[in-house]
Structure formats: C-alpha cells, structure tokens
C-alpha cells in the first residue's frame, strides 16, 4: 500500500490553490487539485460511521428525524443519504464569492457575515452547494487517484453530503489561517463562529471528538444551516452532535467477536489512516482497551477496528496479538499463487558463506541494498529466480546469489524443477557470461577453465546451493548457476 502522504499534501496544495490564486475550489479541481472542504481537508472516515441499527443510544425526547431535503432541519449523514438521491435545492450566490447556498441560506449566511464584520472579523466562504453531479465528479476523481476504499474516506458519495442541500457552508480566514484544518478553531473566524453562528442559524456540524458518530473528524470550519430557533434549541440542549439529537448516535461494539483476530493495547495508542508513523492521526485508543485485528499487516504495523474506526497502529504497543485465522488462511494462499511460477525453497534459513551483497533485484547487475557479513544466517522467502534466491535479513529483504550461500534448514518441499529432472539426459543451458568451471561447488575451489559467455554447457547433475555440476568441451567441472540461462 503506497504511504498516505496525499491528503496532508493535497490539503496544503488545495488550501494554497484557494487562496494564494484566489480562485475557486473548481479551478482547484480542475488542476487536479482537490478543493472541497469534505474531500481535501476532513479526511474522515467514511468506514467508520456506524449503520443506524447497531446499539443506538437515544437521548431523551430526540428529536424525530426528517428526511424531507425541501425542509431546513433534513437530516443527512453518510447513512442517511438524500432522497431523492439526486436532490437539486434552489440557490443563491453568496455575492463576491462565486459561491452558492439555499435561498434561505445565503440570507442568513449575509446576516451572519455582516455581524462578525462589525465586531471586526472577516469571515470569507470557501464552499457552499455541490450538486449531485459534482459531488461524483469529485469523488470519482479521488477514486481514479487513490482507489475507491480511499475515496470513500476523504470524500462523502454522491448523495451523502450536506453540502448538496445547500445548507452547509465552509467558512475561512481572509488570510487563509489554518484553513480547512482543526487549528481553524484557534483563529479569529474560527472562535468568533464557534461563539456565534448558532444565533444565526449555523450549527456546527463535526464536532471534535466525535468522527464516530458523524462518519467525519473534527471540521471546525463547517456549519450547517438549520434555522435560527432549531439552531437555538440544539446549542441548548448540550447534545454532543445532530446524530445524538436526533437520537441516532451509534457506536460499534468494540468488543471483539470469538474466533476474530485481537490484540490489546499497551499504552495510548495512536491509530493512524495508513501503516507508518508519518500518516494522520484518526484517533487515540486508550491504554487496556480490546481492538479488533482485520488481518491486514504492514511490517510491525496492525490495521485494527476500535469503537467502529479503522486504522492502522504500531505492533509496538500490543500485546496478545493474535491474528484473525481466515485471513491469515487467504494470505497463505495468495503466497503460494503468486509463487506458483518459480521454484520454492519454503522459508528456510540459510547462512552466508562470503560477505554477500543483498541486490534489489535478481541480477548483478541490481542496486545493493546492503551488504551481509559472512557467517550471518539469513531467511529465504521462498522465491528464486536463475540462481538467485530472495532474503530477508535485519528486516530487509532483497536478492542474493545462491552461490554464496549455505544451507542450515533444509527446505521442506516444492525443490526447484531443475532438481527434480535429473535423469533426463542432455539438459543444456548457455551461459550469460564468460563462466568459470570449477573443481567443485564453491568460489574456494580451484579454476580450471573459463567458458566464453553464449556457450552451451550440458547438465550434468542437480544444482547444489546455486552450483551446477556441467560439461563443456568433454570437460566436467562445477559453475555459478548465475550465469546460465
Ligand atoms: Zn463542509
């Protein structure tokens, strides 16, 4: 899996493409930049909304949900998508901004703007209404970028978003101060409407802390039109986010089901959107708590479930780790596929007989990765490629020449099929360099003669740790199966 460095990067590029050109999140777009507030900035998890039918916890008198997009108050989050899908509201240009909201919006959003003006802030709207349309091309164009499971994480589908009710408005700084990321919340626009917008209408729809409950990380800079007196009435209630209001908040069990891959961690964890330390930070999983393995690993990083997010941790600071048996079945089998075409040495260990150079690739020719003292013991994967075997050693893994190489483990079957047809008389091979023949299999024994490189040499027996014993010109002798093809 490539790292996820995107959204960090693209964020930045967004957020400087908006704001240095002052141009609009479409032209942002369009130089392949993503520039809406859900996709580029929020990267949220679209995975780790919980379905609206697993432990609710309702609040008391929740309000009841409506789902109707021409009404002020309509619900929607990723699982409640609009209906009709393709909803279209009635818009209006917020003037000087190119930027649209519902008819109702824009006369509260003017409102809203004018008081924060005469109390000294600046407010400047970044998004406003994307249509159905829109919505897919973004999130198509994520998907062409990153793959669909990606996709669904930065951006909301087509028919999920807030954004295409119209109600929702992504608000900034002038000077382009932490936007679209959480330090918004520290800045004059960001306090001044975390303070206000309510009284206008706006509520804040992605609280922080809560990305389980909304399906999106804190978005300090998104607000939601609802109306003044629902607005009110919400900030009143102290409910933590619309979802608990409307009674729907819902959390996955975190436990973990019998027989399921689990793990427990060890200090506060940090679970991140990709198997690294340098991806974003989803959340923190408290110390002692169960998480659930979905089988996937990266080195010592563990892609886990927690309170209905998923994410990637450091194998550093689990303990009891044990792996979900199905998918450590299918991981067995794809390993096997993909070995099918070449010859298997089965994970044997095996020491080095020379200072060994590890090559990034089956060949001399090859970078080098690194050098291995003589002596080392070294684990082969299994794969082999023309006398060429796949190691890993001090965690790296690259191509050695089996030339140089000793067995300490035999390997248990699948020998190579050069191996296993012996007897069939006049086996040829040619060789790829000019090659010495040796008295026996080993760079220590004595040269007798040298073959010139494109020469045909007769098999004679079965490769002994990356040797053939050949004949050429009526001579028997041992050469480096390296070079012969
Ligand atoms: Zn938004």
């Known amino acids: 899996m490539p790292k996820y460095t995107g959204p960090k990067i693209l964020t930045a590029m967004a957020v400087g493409a908006i704001l240095s050109l002052g141009t609009l999140p479409g032209a942002a777009v369009a130089a392949g930049l993503p520039a809406t507030v859900q996709s580029a900035a929020s990267v949220t998890s679209a995975s780790t909304l919980a379905p609206a039918n697993t432990n609710s916890i309702s609040v008391a008198a929740a309000r009841s949900i409506d789902r109707n997009p021409n009404h002020l108050d309509v619900f929607v989050n990723k699982s409640y998508p609009l209906k009709p899908a393709k909803y279209a509201p009635k818009t209006k240009t917020v003037s000087g901004t190119g930027i649209s909201l519902r008819t109702e919006a824009t006369t509260a959003y003017n409102k809203m703007v004018k008081a924060a003006k005469k109390s000294g802030v600046r407010v400047k709207l970044i998004s406003g209404y994307r249509s159905y349309n829109r919505q897919a091309q973004l999130f198509n164009q994520y998907t062409r970028l990153y793959g669909k499971k990606y996709a669904e994480r930065i951006s909301a589908k087509p028919g999920t978003s807030e954004h295409q009710t119209g109600l929702a408005a992504d608000v900034g700084n002038y000077n382009g101060a932490c936007a679209l990321q959480?330090?918004?919340?520290?800045?004059?626009?960001?306090?001044?409407?975390?303070?206000?917008?309510?009284?206008?209408?706006?509520?804040?729809?992605?609280?922080?802390?809560?990305?389980?409950?909304?399906?999106?990380?804190?978005?300090?800079?998104?607000?939601?039109?609802?109306?003044?007196?629902?607005?009110?009435?919400?900030?009143?209630?102290?409910?933590?986010?619309?979802?608990?209001?409307?009674?729907?908040?819902?959390?996955?069990?975190?436990?973990?089901?019998?027989?399921?891959?689990?793990?427990?961690?060890?200090?506060?964890?940090?679970?991140?959107?990709?198997?690294?330390?340098?991806?974003?930070?989803?959340?923190?999983?408290?110390?002692?708590?169960?998480?659930?393995?979905?089988?996937?690993?990266?080195?010592?990083?563990?892609?886990?479930?927690?309170?209905?997010?998923?994410?990637?941790v450091s194998g550093t600071y689990l303990s009891n780790i044990s792996m979900p048996k199905s998918e450590t079945k299918k991981k067995e089998t794809k390993k096997k596929e993909s070995k099918k075409s070449s010859p298997k040495t089965n994970g044997s260990s095996k020491k080095t007989t020379a200072n060994l150079n590890m090559r990034s690739g089956a060949g001399a020719s090859n970078r080098v990765i690194l050098t291995i003292p003589k002596g080392k013991t070294v684990k082969a994967t299994g794969k082999t490629k023309s006398g060429w075997l796949q190691?890993?050693?001090?965690?790296?893994?690259?191509?050695?020449?089996?030339?140089?190489?000793?067995?300490?483990?035999?390997?248990?079957?699948?020998?190579?099929?050069?191996?296993?047809?012996?007897?069939?008389?006049?086996k040829t091979k040619k060789t790829t360099a000019n090659l010495n023949m040796r008295s026996g299999n080993s760079t220590k024994k004595k040269v007798f003669l040298t073959i010139p490189k494109g020469k045909t040499v007769e098999i004679t027996g079965s490769k002994k740790s990356g040797w053939y014993p050949v004949k050429y010109k009526s001579k028997k002798g041992w050469v480096s199966a390296t070079y012969l093809k």
């Open 391 to 426: 190691v890993t050693y001090k965690s790296k893994t690259g191509w050695v020449s089996g030339t140089y190489l000793s067995n300490t483990s035999a390997p248990k079957k699948s020998k190579p099929k050069t191996e296993s047809s012996p007897k069939k008389k006049f």
């Open 182 to 312: 959480s330090c918004f919340e520290n800045t004059p626009v960001g306090k001044w409407m975390k303070k206000n917008a309510h009284k206008y209408g706006f509520i804040l729809r992605y609280p922080k802390g809560q990305e389980s409950i909304t399906g999106y990380a804190y978005e300090p800079w998104h607000f939601r039109y609802v109306g003044t007196s629902l607005a009110k009435s919400y900030k009143n209630s102290g409910a933590k986010t619309f979802e608990h209001y409307h009674g729907v908040a819902t959390t996955k069990k975190s436990s973990p089901k019998a027989g399921k891959g689990t793990a427990k961690t060890t200090a506060n964890l940090n679970m991140r959107s990709g198997a690294g330390a340098s991806n974003r930070v989803i959340f923190t999983i408290p110390q002692g708590k169960n998480v659930k393995l979905t089988g996937s690993k990266k080195a010592d990083w563990y892609q886990v479930t927690y309170s209905s997010k998923t994410g990637w």
